[in-house]
């Protein structure tokens, strides 16, 4: 296992307090079982959805988490909240190990983390107006005694994420996506948590009000002091709300650092694949650039390659990354790649 210590995987000039950090993840891994293979079925198939993953958010951060579909984002983000049992590695939110927590502990520990949804048309009960869904939160965890009673909480934290009062007496069916997604915000905002897996929450939405969603999400975290996990695929969006960025590649961590660290001066090749693929708004730069066509199969989460994860389709491969698997290592301060040749 390569675990990366929380104080040097987050340094940027400078040791990092541990009471400064409030998720830590150290050698995450998340397999699931899926059937047996063999003449007998002796053997288990298993997909290798995460594989040694670490790294952790300082408060008041948003950390970017990157990767094509099928990465892992979604699980790593989904074991943070709990969602998820790790096959292996630990977990630890506010200084505590959380990798085990279970029944009324956890219910509790949910107070302090939640989810912001990616598809703001199937989170939202269509038969529950935002009223009774913003205060089913509140009434669960008995902050309120009744959806009335939280009425006055309801209607605040709708005015804060930029909708009507009136809207708590409206179904969902009555909104745009753009305003369900706000809805799901200030469901999100109700227990008034510390943390937030934001899963791809602008995807589903049109990219004329993407904009005013992540906006949205960055005054949120100043005004509040939330913390991000924000799980994206739309680069220039991670760009703009991120302070620094993990690529995710085949449930492996890639690369981390600096959000413009990572946008200026990529070490891993397939982050500047990655970079390659997102479009200029300007016609000559547009025509001028390099855009890197990976070539290969990706590979098999049943049977991922022995070594590194990205030799199937990188420029770069020799021998040795066939025979084993790059650490993630400090390649400059603050910035961690995993790659024999960077």
Known sequence: MTAVPESTA??????????????????????????????????????????????????????????????GKTTVGRAILRRIDPTAGTIRFQGEDITATKG???????????????????????????????????????????????????????????????????????????????????????????FIVADEPVSALDVSVRAQVVNLMQDLQHELGLTYLFIAHDLSVVRHISHRIAILYAGKLAELADSDAVYESPLHPYTEALLSSVPIPDPPLQRARRRIVLQGEIPNPIEPPTGCRFQTRCPLVQDVCRRQAPPLEEKAPGHWAACFFR
């Not at 009425?151 to 005015?159: N, R």
């Open 104 to 194: 009324e502990e956890l219910r509790l520990l949910r107070q302090h983390m939640q989810l912001v949804f990616q598809d703001p048309y199937a989170s939202l009960n269509p038969r529950m107006t935002v009223l009774q869904l913003v205060a089913e939160p509140l009434v669960v965890h008995g902050r309120a005694k009744s959806v009335e009673a939280a009425k006055s909480d309801v209607v605040s934290l709708l005015e804060r994420c930029g909708l009507p009062a009136d809207a708590a007496d409206r179904h969902p069916h009555a909104f745009s996506g753009g305003q369900r997604q706000r809805i799901g915000i200030a469901r999100a905002l109700a227990l008034r948590p510390h």
């Open 10 to 71: 987050l340094r940027v000039g400078r040791p990092v307090p541990s009471e400064e950090l409030l998720v830590e993840v150290d050698g995450l891994s998340i397999h699931f079982p899926v059937g047996r293979a063999g003449f007998w079925g002796q053997r288990v198939k298993v997909v290798h959805a995460v594989d040694d993953v670490s790294f952790a958010i300082r408060r008041g951060e948003t950390l970017g988490l990157v990767g094509e579909s099928g990465s």
